[in-house]
């Protein structure tokens, strides 16, 4: 099964309760999986969250909206991937995180696309950098079985809090990163910091309702206007 794994929390340092706060009056992190739900390649989306109380909410309103979710190791995020791909059988995993709203389902298409047809045990648009998508693009693909080993033998504090550093960084693995075919780097949609929110606001505001499948080219044309 190919699953498409959105880790997100509440305890951000710069923008505390940011995956819950509202766009178009909805919480941000229910627009993100609604345009993760269009990637006709990946067949069930898991909300992946700590057990730490702060993430309560996040829990609850997987609840609420019946939304697969699972709780684990708040600093270990490497150990909370494996036990949830483990737990709902998962045989590929596309990681996503809750602060990049604007995901491009098309790009989670063309990153799974790579990896089917290639023998590639990882597969990225953005790591190792330089990449030519904007930040908040990023979409990494990997199977369970490589998610295992990495889980086996990673000992570094920082690849077990950033899931794949021990994938592109130890050389271990056969990795390939794609590009996109115009340089959009120099933008940013990803949201760490309120101003961040208030750009993706004004995207959504202005593109949703005209076209809830608005995709990259739509976004940075509305960017230059």
Known sequence: MISAMIQ?????????GKVLMPILDKPMIELMIERVKKSKKQEKIILLTSNSSKDDEIAQYCAQ?????YRGDENNVLKRYYEAAKKFKVSTIVRLTGDNPLIDFNIIDMALEIFEK?????????????STFPDGMDVEVFSFENLKKAYNNAKLPSEKEHVTFYFWKTGLFNCYKFNYKHDYSSYRLTIDYPEDFEVVKMIFENLYNINKNFDIEDIINFLKN
Do not use: E, H, Q, W
């Open 8 to 16: 997100a929390r509440m305890g951000s340092t710069r923008l505390p």
């Open 65 to 69: 909206n019946s939304i697969l979710c």
């Open 118 to 130: 290639n023998k590639y045990d990882f597969v990225s648009n953005t790591v190792p950098m330089p």
